[in-house]
């Protein structure tokens, strides 16, 4: 299992990055089409999730396209 630094690229204009959470399996990190990796560790994930999906985001308008609010 790898780190997030390791698996996550710097994200340019243009790039499509997705993340996809399991509960209880993990996460699964692609960019432009390509699967970077499989993350298992909740402590990890769960955060990076909040970052851009919890209710304190420092970008709201952002979480609502996101969670198409």
């Known amino acids: 299992e790898r780190n997030l630094r390791c698996i996550y690229?710097?994200?340019r204009d243009?790039?499509?990055s997705t993340a996809t959470y399991i509960p209880g399996e993990g996460s699964l990190f692609c960019h432009n089409d390509n699967?970077?990796?499989w993350m298992k560790d909740e402590e990890l994930i769960l955060p990076f999730f909040e970052i851009w999906l919890g209710d304190h985001t420092s970008e709201p308008a952002l979480r609502e396209k996101l969670l198409n609010l």
């Open 14 to 16: 243009g790039d499509a």
């Open 9 to 11: 690229p710097d994200i």
């Open 35 to 37: 699967k970077l990796g």
